[in-house]
T-cell receptor, first 111, second 115 residues
């Protein structure tokens, strides 16, 4: 398993704006997952994109994956104050099943 | 959907005592469970992986005698922090993985404060 690196570390936007955060990884993957963590809570699974997929949507979330650049992005459209949270990516590879997390992107959406 | 229940959600204990944290998969069988700890404003650090009926695999630098993990059934894993010290104060989170396609489900975490 490998750790993803999220960028930027912190992001502050106004409600209604779009938020984009990026994830980079080092070696080939089978899939990549995005998670959200509200302060003081566990992680909530947002979306999984497989290595043979380039884009995936779920509600206001859009995830892209570029395996040639070893990077993924998470776009949250029309952000809401409730989207304020930390967001983590988790590259998946190998058979251990372990998820290793980076520092995450802390998103603040101002009302 | 898959639900993981983690208890307690918070606990305060005295130095030198032991604390047990439970992680239960409510509606699926968790063949593998993971334990993380998280310090304020930091990422989750994987502590160990536990498979039902076998010994846990600890990550490098994690004291296995201090953090006892038991995965006695397909729905329950426990983490016991033994002889707790203030530096063990942290947020502990479990995650359960099912081979039935539920992916990974996280508990809501346990805030441990050692005084």
């Amino acid at each position: 398993s490998q750790q993803g690196e999220e960028d930027p570390q912190a992001l502050s936007i106004q409600e209604g704006e779009n938020a984009t955060m990026n994830c980079s990884y080092k070696t080939s993957i089978n899939n990549l997952q995005w998670y959200r963590q509200n302060s003081g809570r566990g992680l909530v699974h947002l979306i999984l994109i497989r290595s043979n997929e380039r884009e995936k949507h779920s509600g206001r979330l859009r995830v892209t994956l570029d395996t040639s650049k070893k990077s993924s992005s998470l776009l949250i459209t029309a952000s809401r104050a409730a989207d304020t949270a930390s967001y983590f990516c988790a590259p998946g590879s190998g058979n251990t099943g372990k998820l290793i997390f980076g520092q995450g992107t802390t998103l603040q959406v101002k009302p | 959907g898959a639900v993981v229940s983690q208890h307690p959600s918070w606990v305060i204990c005295k130095s030198g005592t032991s604390v047990k944290i439970e992680c239960r998969s409510l509606d699926f069988q968790a063949t593998t469970m993971f334990w993380y700890r998280q310090f304020p404003k930091q990422s989750l650090m994987l502590m160990a992986t536990s498979n039902e009926g076998s010994k846990a695999t600890y990550e490098q630098g994690v004291e296995k005698d201090k953090f006892l993990i038991n995965h006695a059934s397909l729905t329950l894993s426990t983490l016991t922090v033994t002889s707790a010290h203030p530096e063990d104060s942290s947020f502990y989170i479990c995650s359960a993985r099912s081979d039935r396609g539920y992916g990974y489900t996280f508990g809501s975490g346990t805030r441990l404060t050692v005084v």
